[in-house]
């Protein structure tokens, strides 16, 4: 694989901020993705980043180093609809492996009253 | 408009039978994906499709496991003699464009759960 690597597990209190880590091998980055996945659900899009930076989307923001090969998803103000898995995804730039996708096993995120 | 639909949504099989999963991405989307997705495991890339052309093939765990795309549009991911260690979600994903150099939104679909008994 490429080592695609987030904490298995997290948990937190409603009202609160987690930060989920992400880190990935550099050589060949392409972009970063983060998806959530409630339990028996499809994946579904949070965020997309290319460039150095913090990208911010209502109470999901998510930042990327490239240099570093690291990443991180921030949740502000969580709700107990946020527990699910989280998950970081990276794309390559490898001639006929464009486009693929390569998974961390996900976080996954117990909100708790 | 419609998202990525998967059929079935779920299928107990027994071990040696052969079994068909569809998938439907969203209209329009020329690149189509297939993952898997084990317990306690991540997703797992199967196979990519470009149109109706398949440039990579490279995570079919083995010659058991095909997949095929027609008309640009659905796709059938087949799998022979099923064992029970292919008994995992089958997810599909579909991209507007996929092209080369371009990274876009993948889009998933809900699934299918396969048991193999």
């Known amino acids: 694989g490429q080592n695609i690597d987030q904490p298995t597990e997290m948990t937190a209190t409603e009202g609160a901020i987690v930060q989920i880590n992400c880190t990935y091998q550099t050589s060949g980055f392409n972009g970063l993705f983060w998806y959530q996945q409630h339990a028996g659900e499809a994946p579904t899009f949070l965020s997309y980043n290319v460039l150095d930076g913090l990208e911010e989307k209502g109470r999901f923001s998510s930042f990327l180093s490239r240099s570093k090969g690291y990443s991180y998803l921030l949740l502000k103000e969580l709700q107990m609809k946020d527990s699910a898995s989280y998950l970081c995804a990276v794309s390559f730039d490898r001639g006929s492996t464009l486009g693929r996708l390569y998974f961390g096993r996900g976080t996954q995120l117990t909100v708790w009253p | 408009g419609a998202g990525v639909s998967q059929s079935p949504s779920n299928k107990v099989t027994e071990k040696g039978k052969d079994v068909e999963l569809r998938c439907d991405p969203i209209?329009?989307?020329?690149?189509l994906y297939w993952y898997r997705q084990s317990l306690g495991q991540g997703l797992e890339f199967l196979i990519y499709?470009?149109?109706?052309?398949?440039?990579?093939k490279s995570g079919l765990p083995s010659d058991r496991f095909s997949a095929e795309r027609t008309g640009g549009s659905v796709s059938t991911l087949t799998i022979q003699r099923t064992q029970q260690e292919d008994s995992a979600v089958y997810l599909c994903?579909?991209?507007?464009?996929?092209?080369?150099?371009?990274?876009?939104?993948?889009?998933f679909g809900p699934g299918t759960r396969l048991t193999v008994l």
């Open positions: 499709f470009q149109g109706n052309s398949a440039p990579d």
């Open positions: 994903a579909s991209s507007p464009r996929g092209r080369a150099g371009v990274t876009d939104t993948q889009y």
């Open positions: 209209s329009g989307h020329t690149a």
